[in-house]
């Protein structure tokens, strides 16, 4: 069965640096999201990219955030000049066409990340 | 102000009875909603989505319920497993021009055998 994968599984980063997290969303599939989930706390919407291009996005996701699918299968959350509130963990998901709410999304399995 | 709410108390059940989870929103008109299963440290699977026009949707044991008058989601976990032990979340599509999955708290479900 097709599946949206990520990596890091786990990072742990000091505060002030940037992280790249990467996912390869389901081959097929042509509306890509990001959200995160605080330790405790709901899943939270960050963005969402279709056509090479930001869809949507939330309050969260400001100047730290970019998203970038820089070759066919792969896309990345870049967290610029990390803090400590941005410790959670973050699911990227993909969903096959239309709105979301035409279809189910993909949730892969999360990378989680750790600011000290 | 928005929200949407769902029982922060587990939900504890015996193997074989019929779990009910409820999902309550407040100032949304939403186009769709979802409903998801989480396990910890995972991420959501999708499990039904219901229309606004739609008052049932059913899969295996699984049935969902959407009134927008009372503005609930029901979801029904029928002939219940231990297996089905996990987190389930509700989801809103605040409307047709949104790709945003707007998430509640979850409720956890335990079932024992």
């Known amino acids: 069965e097709p599946e949206v994968t990520q990596t890091p599984s786990h990072q742990v980063t000091q505060m002030g640096q940037e992280v790249i997290l990467r996912c390869v969303p389901i081959?097929?599939?042509?509306?890509f999201y990001w959200y995160r989930q605080i330790l405790g706390q709901k899943v939270e919407f960050l963005v969402s990219f279709y056509n090479n291009e930001i869809s949507e996005k939330s309050e969260i996701f400001d100047d730290q955030f970019s998203v970038e699918r820089p070759d066919g299968s792969n896309f990345t959350l870049k967290i610029r000049s990390t803090k400590l509130e941005d410790s959670a963990m973050y699911f990227c998901?993909?969903?096959?066409?239309?709105?979301?709410?035409?279809?189910?999304?993909?949730f892969g399995e999360g990378s989680r990340l750790t600011v000290l | 102000s928005q929200k949407i709410e769902q029982n922060s108390e587990a939900l504890n059940i015996q193997e074989g009875k019929t779990a009910t989870l409820t999902c309550n929103y407040t100032n949304y008109s939403p186009a769709y909603l979802q409903w998801y299963r989480q396990d910890p440290g995972r991420g959501p699977v999708f499990l039904l989505l219901i229309r606004e026009n739609e008052k049932e949707k059913r899969k295996e044991r699984l049935k969902v319920t959407f009134d927008t008058t009372l503005k609930q989601s029901l979801f029904h976990i029928t002939a219940s497993q231990p297996a089905d032990s996990a987190t389930y979340l509700c989801?809103?599509?605040?409307?047709?021009?949104?790709?945003?999955?707007?998430f509640g708290t979850g409720t956890r479900l335990q079932v024992f055998p």
């Open positions: 989801a809103l599509v605040a409307s047709y021009n949104t790709d945003k999955l707007i």
């Open positions: 998901a993909s969903s096959e066409g239309g709105s979301v709410g035409w279809g189910e999304l993909f």
């Open positions: 081959s097929n599939h042509l509306y």
